[in-house]
């Protein structure tokens, strides 16, 4: 089993910025990829950006491209998402998830999610 802990959701203005942090624990792997993603009410799950295991290849949703960074540190089973230039539609509930092997773009394929840390970002 592996547990994933989100932090760093909050209250920020448009054109703020915040730093998401996932802590990953339990039986965790070598190189397995992370993800991040997205629930606004009312819509689906929405991926936001994604990491292999060495962290030598992200992917990104076009919708937050050159805004959003995601980076990790495999010494402490820590992923980020750094989000800049944020919008009042970027507000959500935000989830990493952990996939053994190769990231993706599907949520379907991640192994492990965390319970999320809620972005309100106020016109």
């Known amino acids: 089993q592996v547990q994933l802990k989100e932090s760093g959701g909050g209250l920020v203005q448009a054109g703020g910025s915040l730093r998401l942090s996932c802590v990953a624990s339990?039986?965790?792997?070598?190189?397995?990829?992370m993800g991040w993603f997205r629930q606004a009410p009312g819509k689906e799950r929405e991926f936001l950006a994604a990491i292999s295991g060495r962290g030598g290849s992200t992917i990104y949703a076009d919708s937050v491209k050159g805004r959003f960074t995601i980076s990790r540190d495999n010494a402490k089973d820590m992923v980020y998402l750094q989000m800049n230039s944020l919008k009042p539609e970027d507000t959500a509930v935000y989830y990493c998830?952990?996939?053994?092997?190769?990231?993706?773009?599907?949520?379907?394929?991640?192994?492990?999610w965390g319970q999320g840390t809620q972005v309100t970002v106020s016109s």
């Open positions: 339990g039986r965790t792997f070598s190189f397995y990829a």
């Open positions: 998830a952990y996939k053994y092997y190769g990231s993706s773009q599907y949520p379907n394929e991640y192994d492990y």
